[in-house]
């Protein structure tokens, strides 16, 4: 609302134990020319109640009443409902108490034989959009807060590739967060070469939204990154992530999936470790396949055999690592969801794309099925890793 728009209907709560001044303000509010509706409270017990019953857009409270004096009044206001803009009523030699008030919170103050109605009319009309003003300054701050420790979070589940020089891999990588104003994700991804050549791919997500989660993740991929390059692989690599999730995790329902791959420099076979995580994608040659190896439980719930598969990554193809968020929102009314063979069937009608292509264009086709239902729920993370011929 403007402050120079008049046309709304204002609710004003009065909280004045003296029935004169009570008449008297009434009346300088009927000569403002706002239109105002006053509610008249006599305790501040009475104006708790109305103010739960009606949400006022203005108070206009006396300091001192018969059940509360000073501050107290307006602490109860403020702990009832922070939102709504007071304006103190004061007598003549409360201009000290008001100043206080006004430092403790109140948006204005009147002295009860200086009002006119103007003054009355200003007061409560710039003290509504003073309360807006900063509450909106608040909103801002606090979102400027939560971006900017998503984007610290936001770095470390998704790290730099610490690969060698002419690696013998082509890694694609994409991260979309969920829609505007979503909690962030748990979703983690990362990639590293050891010594001996074996590129290692992750991808993981935290079961939850929120920062928590997220902070998991990221000591997940930073655990599993260090394991790696410690020499622990398959299922000894897994406990030790379980370990470390048990440890790190704010409740014992939190888990995780977890799906890391070995790819050795040479030969067609490499090795998949799988923790309750869905499968891949194996593309090229114009063809796109499910590929889903056998695998234990998420971490975190009940531990298991996380032995490693051996799978088949062909020259020329490449195998497409995934989180939920990709399959999982809805795509049409009431619960239909994509799915994992909706994702197959929409990832067969880019095939012929190259890899970093083929990536994008089916993240953008889930997002576009999404928007009719408000967007994605989830944050989506995606890998994309090939075997190429080393220079």
Not at 261 to 266: C, G, N, R, S, T
Request: net charge negative.
């Amino acid at each position: 609302m403007s402050v120079l728009n008049n046309s709304d209907t204002l609710l004003l709560l009065l909280v004045e134990d003296d029935r004169a001044d009570a008449i008297l303000v009434e009346e300088l509010i009927a000569d403002t020319g706002v239109d105002i509706k006053v509610m008249w409270a006599q305790t501040m017990a009475e104006a708790e109640k109305l103010i739960a019953g009606d949400r006022p857009d203005c108070v206009l409270l006396d300091l001192h009443l018969h059940d509360i004096d000073g501050m107290e009044g307006l602490n109860r206001i403020a702990a009832l409902d922070g939102t709504i803009p007071v304006v103190v009523l004061t007598g003549l030699n409360d201009e000290h108490f008001a100043s206080v008030a006004v430092g403790s919170g109140a948006q204005d103050y009147l002295v009860k034989d200086r009002v006119d109605p103007e003054t009355l009319r200003r007061a409560v009309l710039y003290a509504i959009e003073r309360k807006r003003a900063e509450l909106t300054a608040v909103d801002l701050h606090a979102t400027q807060l939560r971006e900017r420790e998503n984007a610290r979070l936001e770095r470390g589940l998704l790290p730099s590739p610490l690969l060698l020089d002419d690696p013998g891999v082509d890694i694609v990588s994409q991260y979309r967060p969920s829609r505007a104003n979503a909690l962030l994700g748990g979703d983690f991804y990362d990639f590293v070469q050891t010594p001996d050549r074996t590129v290692h791919v992750m991808i993981g997500d935290v079961a939850g939204h929120g920062p928590d989660e997220a902070a998991l993740g990221v000591a997940l991929r930073i655990a599993w990154r260090a394991l790696t390059f410690a020499g622990l692989r398959g299922a000894d690599r897994m406990r030790q992530l379980e370990r470390i999730l048990r440890a790190e995790r704010t409740g014992k329902g939190i888990f995780a999936t977890v799906l890391s791959l070995a790819i050795p420099p040479e030969g067609p076979l490499i090795s998949a470790v799988r923790a309750g995580h869905p499968g891949m994608l194996l593309h090229g040659g114009g063809t796109v396949e499910w590929v889903e190896p056998a695998g234990g439980p998420a971490l975190g719930l009940h531990g298991g055999d996380w032995t490693p598969v051996p799978i088949e990554l062909p020259e020329g193809t490449g195998l497409v690592l995934l989180t939920d968020g990709l399959f999982e929102g809805h795509i049409g009314r009431g619960n239909e969801r994509l799915g994992e063979a909706g994702l197959l069937e929409l990832a067969q009608s880019f095939a012929a794309l190259p890899g970093g292509a083929f990536v994008d264009a089916l993240i953008n086709a889930v997002e576009d099925r999404a928007q009719s239902q408000g967007g994605i729920e989830d944050d989506i993370a995606v890998v994309r890793v090939e075997r190429v011929r080393q220079r």
